[in-house]
């Protein structure tokens, strides 16, 4: 089953980095830079944001110059800038039912909010939200700092909340995919939990939807890829929660067809997986891995 990051940030808290960003940017000597910043009546739009996102109300919609802040300005700031807007926006792709509006009546992150959600997937073509955030957060860990890579990629796990953002993104995965390529060389547990996490979501849509769903077989390979890099640096040490992620990933791309068993083959996971096996201390970790061998 897929999994996902809805737990709220702190408002508070990313309003007031967001506002000292900001002011950077307006202070910056770096016209280009200084262009960014968002003026008095912009600042009234990023709240208007954050209300959205964190509001206890009723489910609101937000406006043309809300998402046109965001499209022409927030997702354009350097990259070590962007995780406060990052966290505002994980909470977008995902639509609300009855239900969880019930279990979730304290927030209303945008994650649940169906408007938002209309508006990414009618407006792909001039807005393109998932490929703005892999162009904006993609590169080694020098270039792009792990609070920006966590939510970047929490951004991604949560796109697969909705059928109808699950589609936009399953047509863009090979650019996603591309852009988080060496997040496990960050060596941070939550970096780490967050791409094993979109692995796994990954795997489940592509094997529910096989191949030619998420963009065919070479996005198939890039998630298998990275599976393989993510064990082979971390299997024998990361938490339990991101090790059986990235297990379960491979192990259900694995079991897609002939293809893709080759694949997990050609990246040596039956190695991996047999190291992860005897070395892991977690139970259920290990447990995973003889599942991953058996299918291999």
């Not at 890579?149 to 650019?175: A, E, H, P, Q, W």
């Not at 893709?260 to 970790?285: M, R, W």
């Amino acid at each position: 089953a897929m999994i996902f990051f809805e737990l709220p940030g702190k408002q508070d808290a990313i309003e007031k980095k967001a506002m000292e960003f900001n002011d950077s940017l307006a202070n910056s000597m770096d016209e280009n830079l200084s262009q960014l910043a968002m003026n008095s009546e912009e600042k009234i739009y990023f709240a208007n944001l954050v209300k959205v996102a964190f509001g206890k109300d009723a489910i609101s919609k937000p406006s043309a110059s809300e998402y046109g802040l965001l499209r022409n300005k927030l997702l354009k700031w350097p990259a070590g800038n962007l995780f406060p807007i990052l966290d505002v926006l994980r909470s977008c792709p995902c639509p609300v039912t009855p239900r969880v509006t019930l279990c979730f009546s304290h927030f209303r992150l945008l994650v649940l909010n169906p408007f938002v959600v209309n508006y990414f997937v009618k407006n792909a073509e001039e807005f393109d939200v998932v490929k703005s955030v892999a162009s904006a957060t993609g590169g080694p860990a020098a270039s792009v700092p792990a609070a920006t890579r966590i939510m970047s990629t929490r951004f991604f796990v949560n796109c697969f909340r909705g059928t109808d953002m699950r589609g936009l993104i399953s047509k863009r995965l090979d650019v996603v995919m591309s852009a988080l390529h060496g997040s496990v060389s960050y060596g941070n547990a939550q970096v780490n939990l967050a791409y094993a996490t979109l692995l796994l979501n990954v795997a489940v849509q592509a094997y529910e939807t096989k191949a030619a769903d998420v963009g065919g077989m070479e996005a198939v390979k890039l998630a298998i890829s990275g599976g393989a890099e993510f064990l082979h640096a971390a299997g024998k040490t990361e938490s339990e929660d991101s090790v059986y992620r990235a297990l379960a990933a491979v192990g259900t791309l694995a079991s897609m067809d002939d293809k893709s068993k080759a694949l997990v083959k050609e990246f040596q996971i039956q190695a991996v997986a047999n190291e992860i096996k005897s070395a892991h201390p977690s139970d259920k970790v290990k447990a995973c891995a003889s599942q991953v061998l058996s299918v291999v």
